[in-house]
């Protein structure tokens, strides 16, 4: 089974910068895709990036290309979403979620961060 | 990006109807449709994977069928728990998109 606790939401003005994190345990962090979603009352669900470190395959939306930066510390367990350049169309809950397997879903979720980007 | 399309977006049904929402996908998708389950402040829980596949632990009663470009979430006996919001969600490329839900109330 696995795990994923989120991190790092909060208040954030427009043009500032958060970094989540996202702990896993109990599954083998590099053998999966991992994936931020967000959910934010405008666009619905929607993945802003994933990662899969056996390929170095890195995966940015357009929404937020040029302004977020995913990573993973394998020896950590952990996933991280650097954002920058944050607008108001950004706040939403962030989750952490792991693929099934390529193509299957995402069968583990976090329970989510909020971000809220206001003035 | 390959757009997703649910219906209804709504429905209210009793505890025990049998219950269908549909998908559709802006183009051919094989069967790479997946299904899920989002109670209030939760995060959505999978229940169905490559169309028909059910998710391990999920009841029975729910059952997904469809190829192509249309899909069928079906609940045959619909239970309290189950009242919540349902989302359709594309794998077939990237980037993987979602429906805008379906949200199953209490009649």
Known sequence: QGLLVESGGGLVKPGGSLRLSCAASGFTFSDFYMNWIRQTPGKGLECVAYIYSRTS????????????????DTAKN????????????????????????????????????????SS | ???????????????????????????????????????????????IYAASSLQSGVPSRFSGSGSGTDFTLTISSLQPEDFATYYCQQSDSTPPTFGQGTKVEIK
């Open chain 1, 57 to 72: 395959t890195i995966y940015y939306a357009d929404s937020v290309k040029g302004r977020f930066t995913i990573s993973r």
């Open chain 1, 78 to 117: 952990s996933l991280y979403l650097q954002m920058n350049s944050l607008r108001v169309d950004d706040t939403g809950i962030y989750y952490c979620a792991r693929d099934k397997y390529p193509r299957a879903g995402f069968d583990h979720w976090g329970q989510g961060t909020l971000v809220t980007v």
């Open chain 2, 1 to 47: 990006d390959i757009q997703m399309t649910q219906s209804p977006s709504s429905l209210s049904a009793s505890v025990g109807d049998r219950v269908l929402i549909t998908c559709r996908a802006s183009q051919s998708i094989s069967n790479y449709l997946n299904w899920y389950q989002q109670k209030p402040g939760k995060a959505p829980k999978l229940l």
